[in-house]
């Protein structure tokens, strides 16, 4: 068990520019999701994977946010035209739902965006 | 009014004392309890999670939750410099998949 991995750790943009991040989860998991935490908040849900298929998206996913996650496997956030506002540190978790865990979703460290 | 509301501190304790850290939440569909560890710039780390009402114990840490009064508490015995963390207050409903957490709680353990 290596644990949910995330690319890159940090990300420094210039406001407009595109920005991609990428998710490894637990490889038996078969959940995967993803969160945004701002400084002195709680994580806050974006948008759940099972399998391949996105079942959940969170309000605070505008337009200009897409997830995917091709192969059920590791999964890209993109997130397009940047603003001020999206930098955070942005948060994968992976669970599954067989198993003794009742769906416990652990997390990665976290890819820190800065916009510009 | 926030889902799950808990005190952002900061707590600060000296090294060996009992920490009392607490959680309310508002809605009483949710059924998972969960406390999450989470270090300076680190993702967050599970500790423990229970299942409706009761106490889980593991090593120095209890968990409770009382869903009469939807309050959820997590207690550290002996606490130690290396516990200096925020922790989270989290839930989720049976067969849900979006946890909410609290805003977190910051403990500095001073030796």
């Known amino acids: 068990d290596t644990g949910v991995s995330q690319d890159p750790r940090h990300k420094i943009t210039k406001r407009g520019q595109n920005v991609t991040f990428r998710c490894d989860p637990i490889?038996?998991?078969?959940?995967l999701y993803w969160y945004r935490q701002t400084l002195g908040q709680g994580p806050e849900f974006l948008t759940y994977?099972?399998?391949?298929?996105?079942?959940?998206k969170s309000r605070l996913l505008s337009d200009r946010f897409s997830a995917e996650r091709p192969k059920g496997s590791f999964s890209t956030l993109e997130i397009q035209r940047t603003e001020q506002g999206d930098s955070a540190m942005y948060l994968c978790?992976?669970?599954?739902?067989?198993?003794?865990?009742?769906?416990?979703?652990?997390f990665g460290p976290g890819t820190r965006l800065t916009v510009l | 009014q926030k889902e799950v509301e808990q005190d952002p501190g900061p707590l600060s304790v000296p090294e060996g004392a009992i920490v009392s850290l607490n959680c309310t939440y508002s809605n009483s569909a949710f059924q998972y309890f969960m406390w999450y560890r989470q270090y300076s710039r680190k993702g967050p780390e599970l500790l423990m999670y229970?299942?409706?009402?009761g106490n889980k114990e593991d090593g120095r840490f209890t968990a409770q939750v009382d869903k009469s009064s939807k309050y959820i508490s997590l207690f550290i015995r002996d606490s130690q410099p290396s516990d200096s963390a925020t922790y989270l207050c989290a839930h989720r409903k049976d067969g849900g998949f979006k946890t909410i957490f609290g805003a977190g709680t910051r403990l500095f353990v001073k030796a």
């Open positions: 490889s038996e998991h078969n959940r």
């Open positions: 994977f099972q399998n391949e298929a996105q079942l959940e």
């Open positions: 978790a992976s669970s599954s739902n067989r198993g003794p865990s009742t769906d416990t979703q652990y």
């Open positions: 229970t299942y409706s009402s």
